[in-house]
């Protein structure tokens, strides 16, 4: 059975037993801190076993694409060189939320193996928790598994793997023990059953593992029993592909091989089990899932690890002849066509993002190969100013780290240079990094401590801004109060309500709630739980549970914020019509007096494209079109083309936005009937916020109007002080900053003339040396700029010779050292500057003939300065 195949029974077979199929979440987790990439089935689940996501179905299965890269089970540096690391991979998985528990999901798991993809019974190891008799009984009396062929493993009190078959989401919350299916390989492979000294072996390889979450694990260790336990499951498709077709390691498995393939081609390589192509195949699927997922390369966070993993592909591929004779220098780009043809079908989004990724992997690339000779120029000077013969491991791992400089290439430097690396340096750096990584990839909160209510709010606020309600709850701070006084902050909870809770990027309501004795000032709105929490304080009275009160929006704010919103909505559409549909929400803030938008696109915004955008979303302003909204279920939205928003979680039922078929999105946010409403719409500034995202400012209605009013009121005052029509003003300021330029130009020639003056001055103070002239000096009153066109002259007008200068601005030294070709055998122009350089605080380099460099420290300019004479009479013997 082909990958493709194999994936399709799995959730064939799973929606014939009542299970949903659910789609394949994102890699990075939608409103989740605690991980840098989705790494395992269960994540988009989690709130359904926390109990805070409500869902329409009670069992799910999935094929979810996962990245792990780093930290405890999968160190970067092994993938490529074992038969199933791997930085990107897929989780089969089925899961029961509450529904069914460890007796069907023992069955259904057994039933595929065996019936469906049709396993011999004989090859399968089965382990379970060691106290949990109740599946040992299932797995030996219902499903007829030898006894002796199940081992029972203990759990490492604490641990959050499924290893020691005792699995929980963190150090607190849900929990429970695991059951695992390995196969076995075979008696020709190393390698010893679970449990045994010899399991690491390759021989028994875990495939399916069951994990019943059955408690909820407290602070202090207690576990508490879940009112409805629930299913857990994955099985990597990787590992089951290898098993059916035949192959002991995963990159046998046919999507693999296809793409070492099309690596080999592309770079002329014959050997196909060169694991340099491994390496490759294996990051271009990271690699290309993250950009379409909307990761881009960046020096921090998630894109840090994209930069990793495609600087680490790109640096196999040179190993492999990348760029020499014969053989392709850009390459990694190019492999994303194959990919599409592999996973293409299964993962459209590959195919609807192909130029976007193909256009970031190459930006990526051509960047490296400019970062390999930043790295090199950064060891050489390393080198130069070492006092031994050893490389600090820190330095290694500076390149290795923040300049994507391959750690094997600097010894291979070292080796020719005859120097050593300090290795246990490197690695001590390296853990220390790795201590980072683990700490990012777990998760790190406490599941029972955050502050919930039972109780459930009712909004109204798409019909009304007033209503009629009662109090429900009181809270001071985390305290829940019968009453409170004037002048006290707290929160008020109402049955029901107008107020809009802050979501989606839409701040929350501010407004008052009035009763016959009371008026509360709502400062902001959010939400606690199902409950809408009026945050503010009591401006007179007092408030109890049970008062009717009015609650009233403050019709203004809300207004103004309907319009940003609106736009928002149009502006997104421009945005992906005009720019590409890789243009996704990357952010959002939507406030009465203006609207932010953040969005994924690789460079910055022309002021063309701008005005484009900008004139598009005033089209559809103008053009008024009805904002329909109609609640239906996800699949239906789906159908109709509407996109979710950016980190935001989604119901059975969802509200689909339309404003005409140019913006149909899923949105839970107020808005204006009609777009004319929205009024004049004027983007404010656009900028870059980080590798890869834009960030769009607007304003709109009033806004923009006060902001334009605000624009020309400087315009007519640049046209005062121009003396000129403000029409005029823009050629007028063009004039002015010609001439500007043409007097600065006219300053530098006069200053080129004073130091050609003075260069002639200076020629009168060359020595001989050795029976070489030699001129070292201080300027006065040139800029370290024009150091290098005077030492040419001087060097031209003196022949044969060795120059040095040296000026002083502020504190800072400029350093020029000039060589005639003739006499660079026995001086070079960059040791020659460094004797100074070194002396006042600083270093340079550059060619054997000229070499630059500059300094901190003017009081110790004369003295090295001197020293250069005496330095020269040595090296010329």
Not at 475 to 502: C, Q
Request: net charge negative.
């Amino acid at each position: 059975m082909s990958t493709n195949q194999i994936r399709d029974a799995f959730l064939k077979y799973f929606e014939s037993n009542n299970h949903q199929v659910v789609d394949s979440s994102p890699l990075v987790p939608a409103n989740d801190p605690t991980l840098l990439f989705t790494n395992a089935g269960m994540v988009q689940f989690k709130d359904c076993f926390l109990g805070t996501d409500k869902r329409s179905y009670s069992r799910a299965t999935s094929s979810q694409r996962c990245v792990r890269a780093g930290g405890k089970h999968n160190d970067l540096e092994n993938v490529g060189y074992t038969a199933r690391h791997h930085t990107f991979f897929e989780m089969l998985g089925n899961f029961s939320f509450g529904d069914y528990f460890k007796q069907d999901a023992i069955k259904y798991c057994w039933e595929f193996l065996t019936e469906v993809l049709k396993l011999p019974k004989e090859k399968l190891w089965v382990t379970v928790y060691d106290e949990d008799q109740e599946a040992l009984d299932i797995w030996v009396n219902e499903i007829g598994f030898p006894a002796d062929r199940i081992s029972k493993i203990g759990d490492n009190k604490g641990a959050r793997y499924a290893s020691d078959n005792f699995w929980a989401m963190g150090d607190t919350g849900p929990c429970g023990p695991c059951s695992e299916v390995f196969y076995d390989h075979g008696e020709h492979i190393w390698g010893g059953v679970p449990g045994s000294p010899e399991e690491d072996g390759d021989r028994f390889i875990e495939i399916w593992n069951l994990v019943f979450m059955q408690y909820n694990r407290h602070k202090d260790g207690t576990m508490e029993p879940l009112p409805k336990p629930s299913v857990d499951t994955g099985m990597g498709l990787e590992r089951i592909s290898a098993i059916m077709q035949n192959v002991h390691s995963n990159y046998e498995i046919d999507i693999f091989q296809n793409l070492i393939k099309a690596t080999a081609n592309l770079l002329n390589v014959k050997d196909l089990d060169n694991k340099s192509l491994r390496v490759i195949a294996d990051h271009i699927r990271s690699c290309a899932f993250m950009v379409v997922d909307g990761v881009i390369p960046s020096n921090e966070g998630r894109g840090y690890v994209l930069r990793r993993i495609v600087r680490r592909a790109i640096r196999h591929g040179h190993q492999l002849g990348a760029g020499t004779e014969g053989h392709k220098a850009a390459f990694f780009a190019d492999l994303v066509k194959p990919l599409v043809n592999e996973m293409g079908s299964a993962y459209p989004e590959l195919s609807e993002q192909y130029d976007f990724i193909v256009k970031v992997l190459a930006k990526e690339e051509a960047a490296f190969a400019k970062t390999l000779d930043r790295g090199m120029a950064i060891l050489e000077a390393d080198i130069a100013a070492m006092s031994g013969k050893t490389i600090a491991g820190e330095t290694v791992f500076k390149l290795y780290d923040t300049f994507g400089f391959p750690k094997d290439l600097t010894a291979d430097i070292a080796r020719e240079k005859e120097l050593e690396i300090d290795w246990n340096g490197f690695e001590k750096a390296m853990e220390t990094q790795r201590e980072k990584a683990r700490a990012a990839s777990n998760f790190g909160v406490d599941y029972n401590d955050s502050l919930s209510i039972d109780e459930k709010s009712e909004f109204t606020g798409y019909e009304n801004v007033s209503q009629d309600s009662v109090v429900s709850k009181l809270l001071k701070g985390d305290e829940e109060v019968t009453s409170i006084d004037s002048g006290d902050k707290a929160i008020v909870v109402l049955k029901n309500t107008p107020f809009y809770a802050e979501s989606g990027g839409q701040v929350g309501d501010k407004g008052q709630l009035v009763s016959s004795n009371a008026e509360f000032m709502v400062t902001d709105t959010q939400k606690l739980g199902d409950a809408i929490a009026h945050i503010g304080y009591l401006k007179s009275g007092c408030l109890t549970l049970d008062s009717s009160v009015t609650a009233e929006v403050d019709t203004n704010l809300r207004q103004a914020t309907m319009r940003n919103h609106s736009a928002t909505h149009l502006m997104h559409a421009a945005l992906r019509e005009l720019l590409g549909t890789h243009v996704q929400q990357k952010g959002s803030l939507v406030e009465p007096d203006k609207l932010r938008f953040d969005f994924s696109h690789t460079e910055a915004v022309t002021a063309d494209e701008l005005n484009r955008i900008e004139a598009l979303v005033n089209q559809k302003i103008y053009e008024n079109h009805a904002v329909d909204v109609e609640v239906t279920d996800m699949d239906s939205a789906k159908e109709k083309g509407a996109m979710a928003l950016f980190g935001e979680k989604y119901g059975d039922e969802v509200r689909v936005l339309s404003m005409s078929p140019f913006s149909v999105e899923l949105c839970g946010g107020t808005h204006v009937g009609n777009t004319g409403e929205i009024g004049p719409f004027k983007i404010t500034s656009e900028a870059g916020i980080a590798a890869g995202v834009r960030r769009i400012e607007a304003v709109t209605g009033e806004g923009a109007v006060t902001w334009m009013q605000s624009s020309e009121q400087t315009l007519n005052a640049i046209g005062g002080l121009l003396k000129s029509d403000p029409a005029q003003a823009a050629e007028k300021v063009s004039q002015l900053m010609e001439k500007a330029r043409q007097l600065e130009k006219n300053i530098e020639q006069l200053k080129s003339k004073l130091a050609s003056s003075q260069g002639s001055d200076l020629l009168s103070q060359a020595v001989e040396v050795k029976g070489v002239k030699v001129l070292v000096a201080k300027l006065e009153g040139v800029e370290a700029k024009s150091l290098r066109e005077m030492q040419d002259q001087l060097k031209n007008k003196l022949g044969s010779s060795i120059v040095l200068l040296a000026v002083a601005n502020d504190g800072k030294v400029g350093l020029i050292a000039g060589v005639s070709k003739d006499l660079t055998s026995k001086v070079k122009a960059g040791e020659l500057v460094n004797v100074v350089a070194q002396q006042v605080g600083g270093k340079g380099g550059g060619r054997p003939d000229m070499a630059q460099a500059g300094g901190t420290d003017e009081a110790a300019l004369p003295k090295a300065l001197d020293s250069v004479l005496p330095w020269l009479e040595e090296k010329l013997i």
